[in-house]
């Protein structure tokens, strides 16, 4: 269905997102709310105005910013959620000069309701480790500090999600960019939010600084396409790529450093770790998940839309060997460094850039396109980004929910030494066994969720590697696509990956804790409310991931690869 | 106050995942069955692995919440409970055999199963939550019921028992998943699940380096896997498509073993060989290093001893019973049985690491002075024979394997309580550290002794059955190679037998108690331990004199396998 903007259907589509926008605002308005009254000129006359002057006592409360994004983020997030069990969603947006600014897809709304998951349990973690003092009396200057920021972290919290958003329904690369930006630009401010460490605020402008110019750089290619195509609609962009010139694949080329910078690819990794470390736990979080899938769409759009050879042509897509040594760079890299992290947050950080190496991998095999006997190359494509989808969904619940457990213990002091760890599971074994099930899903051992997505990751590079071969009967090995020993690789990683993973469940139930973390470990009814939907989802999803399965499969579908 | 308000709070997480668990345990009971007009009960599914791993979920959970002085007070209960819920399964299985519940029909061609039931469990990729027994897998299911109670009963005063006993438990219910699972991705998930429960085990009653041991058991175990699981997933793409309910909506391919072997074996029967031998070989070679590592077969063996020696009795009882024999159980599942022609081609290698496995292990017995990493090499040794058996290619020589598979699993945890019980009332394993022992623990002295000659192979018990039967199979095929395994026999002998006889006898009327005890008088065995080994000597008998009751099952599997699979007659 095509709508023009801001027509009634486009409301009826986009009411989630409306709804996050006008929640944006009220968290803007409501803490501003007072007594203020405008005298209307040379009369005596006062209207009341209630922006600005004393605050309501109840709007005022510094609760409130908080407790409205959650609600907003809730709120639309069920919508999209009952609106997809229904099935297909299919609304373009387009101008009145027949440009398509915004497509809302099973793919794009698959994405939504990842980023609002995501977001929405880093903003109800936050409610706690960044929490508002309503109790009156004395305040001291921390408390006051906490509760001075509390509506402009939820404002940059909505807008992330607004950006990431807008980056799902894109269908042209200038808005595409714009979306990346307004999410980008509210991370990097976030990230310099943790103002009770020191390196809060140098890892905010060291994330950036190396960010605007990975921006910069693909915002280069993103004009040197414009010069090529003489548009940035994907559709035309992916219509005229075939026979586009050496100019085409160099803006390509710099634009996949703009996004590899947000997928957290090697080498434009290096930000990764800092800004991981630095960021309060949600929003590392956020940075580790949502963040991570926002680079992914923009890679799955550049690669798999416009630059992979036309329909079932012969031949493989020419990033395919870029790719491939890119993505094994990338796990190896993340996984040895993680070895060597005895800060947790940096360990998680090296562990993402790694899951991002794997992704890679998956996307490298889909570049094999049409070799041997594979007739329809389409279905391979679908499979590996089903379980790219699948694997970015499941992120959020395990690793979001292990940066969740370390925000927990960076209520009573900081997460950034291994040791703060120790005897978790003694001090309270429950967050202590849901924070090892996370280490385990993250390396993949069945039947949690991170197993059930390493799966259908290396599931889809075999497919794509074997092909069809079965059908002349015997196979020999030499006859497999080399891709497969991308899978090869992966394992061997996540072989490797296992030794710092297992490095903290040891530490866990082990050590005994410092002197400084002997007490009962801080409440926090929310941060505990999140971390339990984390692994609720963390198991379910690997004992029975069928639904979001065939979801995945849905989202994959409505990107029409050949 | 305060206490008491977060006491209502951790009950509520409780009650939480409680009510998780028993939600999960619901759909488990609703999975819909891919054979609706089967109307039969399922004797597998919940009463044999979904209960033991329920339960001890359960208990943790409800453990982890309480006080170090309460779970002291638990213990008990506890205890109790879990040796209840370990006697069920026990129950049920016996009662299989002896067709005391229902008549089961344990006379079954190749690929088939008694008990068979097929749940959909993953519909996308075509991945079923699929069981049955039959006469390979239903002498293992048997051992692991009857090791669970035996061990929980011989590590009856184990610290920390509110935690210890119920992952017990649990490790019983994932080995039996192993045996029953008959579909690839539910073997695999059992197969890594059985880690996480001896991960702990090592971990929480380790000795001294139980922290460098558990971690190189659990790297070390699935680092091997994941190669396995890649030759899986290779092997899932390369069949053919097809449709019916096992196959994934999706894929089109079914993790199903049992279309697989059907597959497998229409295709080599004729002239074809199953994908060809280039790529039989390189799977069937990645399969085995999983199995392999598991076994362990020597180049592969390093984690075993660590593990061993670090951890616990009651974990050395069950991995050394049990857990060793899931890479014997998984080699004859799955790879020989879809690849005997690289079975063929890989005969001599096979032959080579177990003949390799056998000496090595018997040699560097000889030089231990621990009595539990001595008692672990030996197990390498003995494992080094079921190899010999697989690489026999005769019919006798897998029958062999099974039986050694099964005997190893009644005697290997007697020696692991014997040692366990040095450790445990001496404080030390060290072989010349303590001499005359009979004359203070004339119990463990007996039992001791009696352990040491059924793993050395005396007639009439046990170990003798399949080290024979081994050597039946192994003449016609590797002819004089024989001498090699037979002077192992008589090294074992030796260490055993010298090992004895610095710990138990010597040292005088008085004996020399070790420096461990501090002058004080040593103390003799328990009476949980000496239940739980007399238990254990009275079937290692039993299992000698009359090797036919569990024979006769293995005896059928073999020639039914060698039927389908290797296209030869009986024996």
């Known amino acids: ?562 | 106050m305060g206490s008491n308000q977060a006491l209502d709070i951790k009950n509520k997480e409780f009650m939480l995942i409680g009510g998780l668990l028993i939600i999960v345990a619901g759909l488990m009971a609703f999975f819909p069955s891919l054979n609706e007009s089967d109307t039969t009960v399922d004797w597998i599914s919940l009463p044999l692995v979904g209960f033991p791993i329920i339960v001890s979920c359960i208990l943790l959970a409800f453990a982890s919440q309480e006080s170090r002085a309460r779970k002291e007070v638990l213990a008990v209960p506890i205890r109790l409970f879990t040796l209840v819920a370990s006697m069920i399964p026990l129950a049920i299985s016996t009662a299989l055999f002896f067709d005391w519940l229902i008549l089961v029909d344990w006379d079954l061609m190749y690929n088939e199963y008694a008990l068979e039931k097929e749940y959909v469990w993953i519909e996308t990729i075509g991945v079923s939550w699929h069981v049955g027994m039959d006469g390979l897998s239903f002498p293992m299911v048997w051992l692991t019921t009857f090791l669970v109670p035996i061990t929980i009963i011989t590590t009856w005063n184990e610290k920390d028992g509110a935690t210890y006993h119920p992952l017990l438990l649990m490790m019983g219910g994932a080995l039996i998943g192993v045996f029953v699972a008959l579909d690839l991705f539910l073997f695999y998930v059992f197969w890594e699940l059985t880690l996480i429960p001896m991960f702990f085990l090592i971990l929480k009653w380790g000795g001294k380096d139980r922290r460098y041991a558990a971690q190189k058991f659990f790297i070390y175990t699935f680092c091997a896997s994941v190669i396995m699981l890649l030759g899986l997933i290779t092997l899932y793409f390369l069949q053919p498509e097809g449709s019916g309910a096992q196959y994934g909506t999706v894929t089109g391919r079914t993790f199903d073993m049992t279309v697989l072997f059907s597959n497998a074996t229409a295709y080599n029967m004729g002239d074809n060989v199953f994908l060809g031998k280039d790529m039989q070989n390189v799977l069937f070679a990645m399969l085995m290093i999983g199995f392999l590592v598991k076994l362990p077969a020597v180049p592969f063996h390093t984690w075993l001893p660590d593990a061993h020696v670090q951890a616990p009795t009651g974990g050395s009882m069950l991995l050394a019973g049990v857990m060793l024999k899931m890479g014997a159980y998984g080699m004859l599942r799955i790879p020989i049985a879809i690849f005997p022609d690289a079975v063929v081609y890989y005969q001599d290698v096979i032959m080579a690491i177990g003949l390799i496995s056998l000496v090595w292990g018997a040699i560097v017995c000889l030089g231990q002075t621990n009595l539990k990493k001595m008692v672990a090499y030996s197990s390498v040794s003995h494992m080094g024979v079921i190899l010999l058996g697989i690489a026999s290619m005769q019919p006798i020589g897998y029958a062999a394997a099974l039986f050694m598979m099964f005997a190893h699993g009644i005697i290997s945890p007697m020696l692991f309580a014997v040692c366990g019980a040095f450790k445990h009332h001496y404080h030390s394993m060290e072989i010349g550290a303590m001499r005359g022992m009979a004359k203070w623990s004339p119990y463990l002295a007996v039992y001791m002794m009696f352990a040491w000659m059924a793993s050395l192979g005396l007639p009439l018990l046990a170990g003798f059955v399949a080290e024979l039967m081994v050597m039946i199979a192994f003449w016609p095929e590797y002819g004089w190679w024989i001498l090699l395994p037979g002077a192992v026999l008589a090294i074992t002998a030796a260490y055993y037998l010298w090992s004895m006889q610095r710990t138990i006898f010597e040292g005088g009327d008085e004996g020399q108690p070790p420096e461990s005890l501090n002058g004080e008088t040593p103390p003799d065995i328990t009476l949980s331990e000496n239940i739980g080994m007399i238990i254990l000597a009275i079937f290692t008998v039993i299992f000698g004199i009359f090797p036919f009751i569990a024979l006769g099952m293995m005896d059928q599997w073999t020639v039914a396998f060698f039927e389908g699979v290797f296209n030869m007659g009986g024996i």
């Open chain 1, 1 to 562: 269905m095509e709508v023009e903007v801001f027509s009634t259907e486009f409301w009826q589509a986009f009411a989630p997102e409306a709804i996050l926008i006008v929640g944006l605002l009220l968290i803007f308005i409501i803490p501003n709310l007072g007594n203020s009254k405008f005298r209307i000129p040379l009369t005596k006359v006062q209207v009341p105005w209630f922006l600005g002057g004393r605050r309501f006592s109840i709007t005022g409360s510094p609760a409130i910013p908080g407790m409205l994004a959650t609600a907003t983020l809730f709120t639309a997030l069920g919508m999209m959620v009952i609106e997809s069990v229904d099935g297909n969603m299919d609304t373009t947006t387009v101008t009145s000069n027949g440009l398509v600014i915004l497509q809302l897809d099973n793919f794009s709304r698959f994405f939504e309701i990842l980023f609002l998951a995501a977001v929405l349990l880093a903003s109800m973690a936050s409610l706690d480790r960044i929490p508002a003092h309503t109790f009156s009396g004395k305040k001291s200057l921390e408390e006051l500090y906490d509760n001075r920021r509390q509506a402009d972290f939820y404002i940059l919290m909505l807008t992330t999600a607004v950006g990431m958003c807008t980056v799902a329904l894109a269908q042209d690369l200038f808005v595409l960019f714009v979306g990346l930006e307004l999410a980008s630009l509210a991370t990097y401010v976030l990230v310099g939010f943790h103002k009770e460490s020191k390196e809060g605020a140098e890892s905010g402008v060291k994330y950036f600084i190396v960010g605007s110019v990975a921006s910069g750089i693909g915002l280069y290619g993103l004009s040197l396409l414009y010069l090529e195509f003489g548009s940035l609609q994907l559709a035309t962009i992916a219509a005229n790529w075939a026979d586009s010139t050496i100019l085409g694949t160099i803006a390509l080329g710099l634009v996949l450093v703009g996004f590899g910078f947000k997928v957290s690819a090697a080498p434009f990794h290096f930000a990764a770790p800092d800004a991981y470390a630095g960021a309060n736990s949600p929003v590392a979080g956020v940075l580790a998940t949502a963040s991570k899938a926002m680079g992914m769409i923009g890679l799955v759009r550049v690669l798999l839309v416009i630059a992979l050879p036309e329909g079932d042509t012969d031949g493989s897509a020419i990033w395919l060997y870029t790719l491939a040594t890119l993505s094994v760079i990338t796990m190896t890299w993340g996984n040895v460094a993680a070895l060597g992290s005895t800060n947790p947050k940096r360990m998680l950080a090296y562990s993402s850039v790694a899951h991002a190496g794997y992704m890679l991998a998956a996307l490298t095999a889909v570049g094999a396109w049409k070799w041997g006997e594979i007739e329809a190359p389409g279905d391979y494509a679908e499979a590996i980004v089903a379980a790219v989808l699948f694997h970015l969904f499941v992120l959020v619940a395990f690793k979001l929910g292990a940066f969740l457990v370390l925000g927990l213990l960076e209520m009573e002091g900081g997460a950034s030494r291994l040791s703060a760890l120790s005897g978790l599971a003694r001090r309270d074994p429950l967050i202590g066994t849901a924070m090892f099930i996370f280490m385990l899903a993250l390396a993949g051992v069945p039947p949690l969720a991170g197993f059930m997505s390493k799966f259908l990751v290396i599931a889809g590079i075999v497919s794509t590697s074997v092909g069809e071969l079965w059908m002349n009967g015997t196979v020999s090995f030499s006859d497999l696509h080399w891709v497969w020993w991308l899978a090869l690789a992966m394992f061997i990683n996540s072989a490797i990956s296992v030794f710092y993973y297992l490095r903290i469940g040891v530490v866990m139930f082990l050590d005994i804790p410092e002197e400084s973390r002997r007490k009962p470990l801080p409440y926090g009814a929310s941060i505990r409310m999140a971390i339990w939907i984390c692994l609720v989802a963390t198991i379910l999803l690997g004992l029975s991931g069928d639904t979001l399965i065939d979801m995945c499969y849905r989202a994959a579908d409505s990107l029409n690869l050949a």
